[in-house]
């Protein structure tokens, strides 16, 4: 994506993420590549590659039967991005259990938003996909708050 607008960060155009050799687009980045698949199967998300991504988001959205897909999806999707950033642009190294843990932290950070009927569902929810981060892992101002909630993500009614 980036070859395609002239900046060039490393020195070809292929997926950082995975060793498949393809060039890296958007159906490839968030759908089909190896190390993405890995991290939507965690959660229980499969996709379809035949229909558009409009098509394939319904489709998931319609199979996972949570109140909360868009979220998920918004949040698992922005953590894959910013892992493909910090390889590019940091040289960090990438993986699916740092993936999950920075997942479950921007989940909790975005829990305040969250309809508070959903909040407890929700947080069982990702007590059982994504196990809680050492205290080390979330890195923010709110480290506290998200420490505090994601020992065991409960919430008092």
Not at 29 to 56: A, D, V
Not at 89 to 101: I, P, S, V
Not at 119 to 145: E, H, I, K, T, Y
Request: proline share 4%; hydrophobic share 40%.
């Amino acid at each position: 994506m980036l070859g395609r607008r002239h900046f060039f960060v490393h020195t070809n155009n292929l997926y950082v993420l995975c060793n498949t050799g393809k060039a890296e687009d958007i159906n490839h980045l968030f759908f089909s590549c190896l190390f993405s698949n890995s991290c939507w199967s965690k959660l229980n998300i499969h996709w379809e590659l035949q229909p558009s991504i409009e098509e394939r988001v319904q489709l998931a959205k319609l199979n996972f039967q949570e109140p909360w897909f868009m979220e998920i999806f918004v949040f698992a999707a922005w953590t894959i991005w910013n892992l493909r950033n910090g390889v590019i642009f940091e040289r960090k190294a990438c993986n699916r259990r740092l993936w999950c843990n920075n997942f479950r932290c921007l989940s909790l950070l975005q829990l305040c938003k969250m309809k508070e009927a959903y909040r407890q569902p929700f947080c069982s929810w990702l007590d059982f996909v994504s196990p809680s981060p050492p205290p080390s892992v979330c890195s923010s101002s709110l480290a506290g708050f998200v420490l505090g909630l994601g020992k065991s993500c409960k919430l008092s009614k």
